[in-house]
């Protein structure tokens, strides 16, 4: 029979369809004779399937098994049932998916109730869990206002709501992958921070930002070993670092620094270095200039 597509024995896991897929060709064709319809299904099965099905049905051989005993033995070993509890928790915790029209929301949900056994209570089932799932809280707020909502009712509110606000359809579809992901939070709130460029002339990191290590030179090493710890800065006068570690803002062309006298301790800084630099650098200064000692 050439209206019956040939199993693909390289995906195991869509038995399930292609078998309901077979089941309709025969009810189309009407084959009502249980030979015959195994005969139509071990023939479109492949010879894989045919001696896994031989095996699963031990002690039995196709003869005295129905056609519906050997599909729900292949059926059991590719996608073995799950149990009601399972599919009850899988049902109640879906919600709709950031790329997911309302329909096929409601498709999927309708999926993951067969197993339920939900019974007279399908549509109310299906009609609060669509509700509870929505993605946006003032279309569940609409569908609530109606005095007897219905699934059909609530689709209909949803699909209009959805023609209705296109941009925010497709502002979901652009930032969100699934509801609720934790990960995708976690990668938009952590995302890297840029770092300065270094200087293409002098290959050195610009002035004025703060590198990693000694907050007296930059260096990577412990500030209390550090021999800059009671330097005077030359970009903001004070004491305890030098201008490549300056923290402070580069001072507008003209005005001059502040006065050492100004300047405070910084941490690790103690009295008797800072006499000897500044001692040292006085000496310096009036060996330099003869005309201040007169």
């Known amino acids: 029979m050439g209206l019956i597509q ?8 869509q038995w399930g369809a ?3 897929g077979v089941k309709q060709v025969l009810i189309f064709c009407q084959v009502t004779d249980e030979a015959r319809k195994k005969g139509l299904l071990l023939g479109a099965c492949g010879p894989a399937i ?5 095996h699963l049905i031990s002690p039995k051989t196709f003869d005295d098994c129905t056609f519906e005993e050997l599909v729900n033995a292949v059926q059991n070993h590719y996608t073995p049932k799950p149990s009601e ?13 950031g790329r997911e029209t309302a329909a096929e929301f409601l498709a999927e949900l309708r999926r993951l109730a067969a197993d339920c056994k939900f019974e007279g209570h399908l549509e109310m089932a299906l009609r609060d869990r669509f509700v509870a799932g929505l993605r946006e809280e003032k279309l569940r707020r ?9 699934i059909a009712s609530a689709m209909a509110t949803a699909s209009a709501w959805e023609r209705s606000h296109p941009a925010t359809s497709t502002a979901h579809q652009a930032n969100t992958g ?27 990191q610009p002035p004025n930002t703060i590198q990693p290590g000694c907050a007296s030179c930059g260096d990577p090493h412990d500030r209390n070993t550090c021999r800059f710890r009671g330097a005077v800065c030359r970009t903001c006068g004070r004491t305890g670092h030098i201008a490549r570690a300056c923290r402070a803002k580069v001072p507008s062309r003209g005005q001059p620094p502040r006065h050492r006298a100004e300047a405070h301790f910084e941490d690790g800084a103690d009295s008797e270095d800072l006499y000897r630099i500044a001692h040292t650098e ?8 003869p005309s201040s000692m007169m």
Do not use: Y
């Not at 006085?282 to 330099?288: D, L, N, Q, T, V």
């Open 178 to 204: 699934t509801p609720n992901s934790p990960d995708e939070d976690v990668h938009r709130t952590q995302a890297p921070r840029r770092t300065p460029r270094a200087n293409a002339n002098s290959g050195r």
């Open 282 to 289: 006085e000496k310096g200064f009036r060996a330099s200039h």
């Open 50 to 54: 045919v001696e896994l099905a031989q």
């Open 18 to 20: 292609w078998i309901t």
């Open 6 to 13: 040939p199993f693909d024995t390289a995906r195991p896991q």
């Open 85 to 97: 509890m399972t599919c009850h928790v899988a049902f109640q915790h879906r919600n709709q998916l």
């Open 142 to 150: 609409r569908i609530m206002e109606g005095e007897k909502v219905t």
